[in-house]
């Protein structure tokens, strides 16, 4: 959760300095929620917390575990060790699944993403497995679409967002169209977005 009208902050940031600004598991949360947040991940255990949830660890039991000021354990190393795999197969299948489009000069990068995979992963795969893809776009069963474009790339990924009565930050943005999204039907989605 996010809110727009202090800089963006994330709720475990804005929680941090409101209640609990000298509490070290509140600041050590507050770290982790912002790596997450812009993906410029310098501690591995944002990721492979992430992880966890997309693999569809029990969250009740995290945030207890986190709330304690346990930010990795033995449980949870041997549950992404166990799941770890099946993210590394998703992410074969989503490059196996890219589209590679043209609009005006920015080449955009379509794929069907598993639900194992959190959007930042998915968009990061396809960023960095395809050199020609400026912006990735990454689409769910569930509807779900990201948007992630590289670096040097100058378009608001923002604005296709809201496109779709979505909306995000100029680098990363997220929105939902109305139809489940299959292999199969995996062309009609892209009809629709190019629409």
């Not at 679409?145 to 378009?155: E, G, P, Q, T």
């Not at 997220?174 to 292999?183: L, Q, V, Y």
Request: overall charge negative; charged content about 25%.
């Amino acid at each position: 959760l996010f809110d727009s009208a202090v800089e963006n902050k994330c709720s475990a940031e804005l929680a941090c300095a409101r209640f609990l600004p000298t509490d070290q598991v509140a600041k050590q949360l507050a770290h982790l929620a912002h790596e997450v947040k812009f993906w410029q991940l310098k501690d591995e255990r944002a990721t492979k917390l992430s992880d966890l949830l997309n693999f569809g660890y029990a969250p009740a039991e995290l945030i207890e575990t986190l709330a304690r000021g346990v930010f990795w354990n033995e449980r949870f190393e041997t549950y992404h060790a166990s799941h770890h795999q099946k993210k590394i197969t998703a992410l074969e299948d989503l490059m196996r699944s890219l589209v590679v489009k043209n609009y005006i000069s920015y080449r955009f990068g379509f794929g069907l993403a598993s639900a194992l995979l959190s959007s930042a992963d998915a968009c990061a795969r396809i960023l960095e497995g395809h050199a020609g893809v400026d912006i990735a776009v990454v689409l769910y069963k569930d509807g779900k679409i990201a948007f992630r474009r590289r670096d040097d790339c100058n378009l608001d990924v923002r604005t296709l967002a809201e496109l779709f009565s979505g909306g995000g930050q100029p680098f990363a943005s997220g929105a939902r169209i109305n139809m489940t999204i299959t292999k199969d039907s995996f062309v009609d989605p892209l009809f629709t977005l190019d629409s």
